[in-house]
């Protein structure tokens, strides 16, 4: 009974986790290029009383093992990088990936970063930024004769300048950047990844070349969150939580019933 305690408690601190990933992710749902995380269970240790084909005491093999669980325990929380939703805002700097790949953000101490959210801006002296005020990289810069900016799919950038309104200047090309395993990316937030062992080195490519998707300059991508989906997967988790909970006070109960017995 006291082991039913304890195992129906990893249950309840699975289930807390679940709560608190969902949370997480209803709360994203206007996040630009979020990704849901998907939570995963496995079950704990077993106490083997009897081995599977174990002998009998009159020489049988039995069946079936005697093993008792010690409950369940969350293995991993998968970001789902599937498509999130392309929504039409008008900005020339707003970019969405429409496909496989990351823009590369580089931070203030030289370090990279990786990001799905392409609302660009530019800083003080015509960098385009992203939203923090970080680097996009490659370094592209706006000159101040610019009279419109245009990023074309396969990242391209160029601009109009005063004066030679008839003709557009190529600036510079954005890259995408791949990694073979998305999924094993650390979450940083403010919306960026840094690479780890488990995603594998980044391969840089021209979008729309090497699986890396297109870009569709106007246009953001948004948070890929099933709503209803999540609000299913919390009232199971609730209710999983409070299954738990009532084998706690069932065990409670028979404790003080033994109690009762021994008295």
């Known amino acids: 009974m006291i082991k039913a305690m304890y195992t129906a408690g990893t249950g309840m601190n699975a289930q807390q986790i679940v709560i608190d990933n969902i949370a997480n992710n209803l709360a994203n749902i206007s996040t630009n290029g979020f990704k849901q995380g998907q939570a995963s269970f496995q079950d704990l240790v077993y106490l083997n009383l009897r081995e599977p084909g174990a002998l009998s005491s009159q020489g049988q093999q ?19 990088f599937t498509q999130g939703t392309l929504t039409n805002t008008g900005n020339a700097l707003d970019i969405a990936i429409n496909g496989n ?6 931070l203030p101490d030289g370090e990279t970063r990786y990001t799905r959210d392409g609302s ?29 900016v245009s990023i074309a799919s396969d990242g391209t950038v ?9 003709s557009s200047t190529i600036l510079g ?4 950047a791949t990694f073979i395993n998305p999924a094993g990316l650390g979450a940083d937030g403010l919306n960026l990844y840094e690479e780890t062992a488990s995603s594998g080195t980044p391969t840089l490519s021209t979008p729309g070349l090497n699986g ?13 969150v099933d709503v209803v989906g999540g609000l299913v997967a919390l009232i199971v988790a609730q209710r999983a939580y409070e299954f738990n ?6 065990s409670d109960n028979m404790l003080d019933t033994t109690a009762q017995l021994i008295h």
């Open 173 to 176: 090309q954005l890259t995408l």
């Open 62 to 80: 039995v069946p079936t093992g005697l093993q008792i669980g010690a409950g369940s325990g969350i293995n991993a929380i998968t970001k789902l």
């Open 158 to 166: 160029s601009v109009v300048n005063a004066g030679a309104t008839n």
């Open 212 to 224: 890396a998707g297109l870009l569709q300059e106007g246009y953001l991508e948004g948070s890929n």
């Open 101 to 106: 790949g990351f823009l590369q953000v580089t």
């Open 120 to 148: 660009l801006r530019l800083n003080s002296v015509g960098n385009l930024v992203n939203t923090n005020g970080y680097l996009i990289s490659p370094q592209v810069t706006i000159p101040q004769t610019a009279v419109s």
């Open 245 to 250: 909970t009532r084998v706690i006070t069932v």
